[in-house]
């Protein structure tokens, strides 16, 4: 099956500033999904964007989806030090997904950290 | 309150034991699943339910067994078969074609 892979690996950053985090996929999609992940801890979902959406917003966050580049941004504005954590994107892969099946695969993810 | 209980938290295991990690959820959500988690490797899936008493192998089924008698439960049974069981283990479900919602995870040491 197919994986996202996040760039950059890890990124660390100054309170107050924003910080992006880029996701690449292979195969086309019907949606990416955004997680972020504590340290030792479940992941939570941050956000979805479908394939025929370009960018969404939720609060602090910001999605885009380029289909053509098969990618996606994530961008947290503002960052607090509770931001610190681990972001994974994650696809549902059209090419496995029939009737009644539906899988989704994640990528390594981004570990950011946010100094106080 | 909703969510998934995962248990134990942290489980010890003797080289040739099963063990069986739980799995609950109180969201009747059709879908759970099992993924694996080592540091730098992302979640890579296990094994995966739609509906009771089915169940489907994702990438990494060899080692493990799972059943799924009732929708609330999917517990995953680590067998000795797996060579390499020391991981974070996560189970997570949805509804179907929806987003997923994880417990806190098990995390498994083999001695």
């Known amino acids: 099956s197919q994986q996202g892979e996040e760039d950059p690996q890890a990124l660390s950053i100054q309170e107050g500033e924003n910080a992006t985090m880029n996701c690449s996929y292979k195969t086309s999609i019907n949606n990416l999904q955004w997680y972020r992940q504590n340290s030792g801890r479940g992941l939570v979902h941050l956000i979805l964007i479908r394939s025929n959406e370009r960018e969404k917003h939720s609060g602090r966050l910001r999605v885009t989806l380029d289909t053509s580049k098969k990618s996606s941004s994530l961008l947290i504005t503002a960052s607090r030090a509770a931001d610190t954590a681990s972001y994974f994107c994650?696809?549902?892969?059209?090419?496995?997904?029939?009737?009644?099946?539906?899988?989704?695969?994640f990528g390594k993810g981004t570990k950011l950290s946010v100094i106080p | 309150d909703g969510g998934i209980t995962q248990s134990p938290k942290y489980l010890f295991r003797k080289e040739g034991q099963n063990v069986t990690l739980s799995c609950e959820q109180n969201l009747n959500h059709d879908a759970m699943y099992w993924y694996r988690q080592d540091p730098g490797q992302g979640l890579r899936l296990i094994y995966y339910s739609q509906i009771v008493n089915d169940f489907q192998k994702g990438d990494i089924a060899e080692g493990y067994s799972v059943s799924r008698e009732k929708k609330e439960s999917f517990p995953l049974t680590v067998t000795s078969a797996q060579k390499n069981p020391t991981a974070f283990y996560l189970c997570?479900?949805?509804?179907?074609?929806?987003?997923?919602?994880f417990g806190e995870g098990s995390r498994l040491t083999v001695l």
């Open positions: 997570a479900s949805s509804i179907l074609g929806r987003v997923l919602f």
């Open positions: 994650a696809t549902d892969d059209s090419a496995y997904s029939g009737a009644g099946s539906y899988q989704l695969t």
